[in-house]
Structures are given as structure tokens and as C-alpha cells.
């Protein structure tokens, strides 16, 4: 903006002092005294005012047609950035609904025994969530030979490979494209704009929506699966989608000090 300020400011200056020299130029060439410019006698005053004067204003066309040309391409540069930005909003709020419709139909059947006979239970949506956190827990160790990190991916890999899981590896995985896109796409705006704050925020109020629309018992286990693609971990670093998370919410107490790393402080 400033910028757009400083050019037609030096234009206008530039405009009116030549307006102002071609205006006072017949009486600057009319004057007496100065045998060098003494046009009261050729006779072509007009002649010579006006082959001073054409250059002057033709000058000025062209700053004018210069700075109608320049807001011409802001103009366009603009609409088509506000296209893009339409076109990316429909993209995402498509695919935050498929997100939505995902997350509630995420299932799985647990055999349930008495003394007669063993019955399968569906456990769908929130109640599935709740319930695989109770079941990776199970199958969490402590093995001190290793780092939490290795532990947590030796765990996860246990967990979301298992059969009666694959959907919620799925769905998890469903999730990082979400953010991947957003990802190319902020990429994408910064390289065309250079306004890297300003984008990072635009894109990160898209992940919040992502946040906002997820059970903290889904943040949790997307915690733990993340460990198992470590590209998505960058992104999900990135975009602060376990900011909301806190220690208590964790497995174990030793994963606090790397949950501290996942959160984005920006």
C-alpha cells in the first residue's frame, strides 16, 4: 500500500510541475533581455512553444498510461488471487464434511463372552474412539533400552496394523491429506506473495477447523499414529493441531516432554 502511495505521489509532482512548465512556457520564451532565447522576432513562437510542449505532455501520457496499466494488473492479480482462494475454500469445507462423515462412522465389533454364548458389540464413532485408546494402552510396555519415541512407534505399529483397526488408519491418514493440501497451497500463496505471516495464518485458521471438529480421544490417538509416517508429523507440527492436548490426556507421563515438541508456539 505504501508503495502504491510513493509511485502516484511522485507522478502527481512530476505531472504538475511539467503542467506548470508547459502553462508558464510562452511567457519564460517571450521575454526580453536574453539575446540567446529572443523569439519576439522569428515569428514562431507558437512553432516552438508547442515542439517544447508536445514532448512534455507526451510524457506525461505515458506516466498516466503507465499507472493505469500497473493498477490494471493488481487489479487482475487480485481477482484471480481471490479465485484461488474461493476455489481452496470449497476444496476444504468438501472435504471437512467427508472428515465429519468419517470420524462418526469410524467402527468395530468386540466380542463380548458369558457362560452361553459370545456376542459381537459395535462400537461406532465417540464410543469406537474411547474404547481403542483403552485397547492401545493395553498393548503399551515400558521398555527402558529405548527411547519414548521408539516405544510409542513400536506400540503404534502393534496397534493400527491390526485388522479390526485398519479403519481408523484410514481415517487418520485421510486427515494428513487435509493438511497436506492446505500445506502445498500456503506454499504456493507465499511463493506468489512473499506475505509469509499473514498466509501462515489464513492456512492455520483452515487446521483449526480440522481441531475444532475432532474428540479429544481422536487428537490422542492421531498423537500416537503420527509416529508411524514422520512427513505428516512435520505438518501437524506446523499447523499446532496438538496445542490443545495436555500431559494428562497422554499414555504415559514420560510422552509429556515430546508432546512439548508438537506444539507450535507461533
Do not use: C
Not at 57 to 67: D, V
Not at 78 to 97: G, M
Not at 219 to 231: A, D, P
Request: glycine share 4%; proline share 2%.
Amino acid at each position: 500500500m505504501n508503495k502504491k502511495i510513493t509511485l502516484i505521489g511522485v507522478v502527481a509532482i512530476i505531472s504538475i510541475i511539467l503542467i506548470i512548465f508547459a502553462i508558464s512556457s510562452p511567457f519564460i520564451f517571450t521575454q526580453e533581455g536574453s539575446p540567446n532565447f529572443d523569439f519576439t522576432e522569428t515569428g514562431q513562437i507558437g512553432d516552438t512553444i508547442g515542439g517544447i510542449t508536445a514532448p512534455i505532455i507526451g510524457i506525461l501520457g505515458a506516466f498516466l498510461l503507465f499507472l493505469t496499466l500497473l493498477e490494471e494488473y493488481k487489479f487482475n492479480k487480485r481477482h484471480a488471487e481471490l479465485s484461488t482462494d474461493e476455489q481452496l475454500k470449497s476444496i476444504f469445507f468438501n472435504l471437512l464434511q467427508s472428515q465429519r462423515d468419517m470420524s462418526s462412522k469410524v467402527t468395530t465389533f468386540v466380542e463380548t463372552r458369558n457362560t452361553e454364548n459370545t456376542d459381537k458389540v459395535n462400537k461406532v464413532g465417540l464410543v469406537f474412539f474411547r474404547y481403542a485408546i483403552g485397547e492401545y494402552k493395553k498393548r503399551w510396555d515400558i521398555d527402558n533400552n529405548k527411547l519414548p519415541e521408539d516405544q510409542i512407534k513400536a506400540a503404534s505399529e502393534r496397534f493400527f496394523k491390526k485388522h479390526e483397526y485398519e479403519n481408523i488408519d484410514h481415517y487418520f491418514k485421510y486427515i494428513y491429506h487435509i493438511l497436506k493440501i492446505l500445506k502445498r497451497h500456503e506454499n504456493d500463496k507465499i511463493e506468489r506473495l512473499g506475505e509469509k505471516a499473514e498466509i501462515y495464518t489464513q492456512f492455520k485458521e483452515y487446521a483449526e477447523f480440522i481441531q475444532a471438529q475432532m474428540f479429544i480421544e481422536e487428537l490422542i490417538l492421531l498423537f500416537y499414529h503420527s509416529f508411524l509416517f514422520g512427513e505428516y508429523q512435520e505438518i501437524i507440527i506446523h499447523y499446532g493441531i496438538f496445542n490443545n492436548l495436555s500431559e494428562s490426556d497422554l499414555v504415559h507421563i514420560k510422552h509429556k516432554t515430546i508432546l512439548e515438541k508438537f506444539k507450535n508456539k507461533k
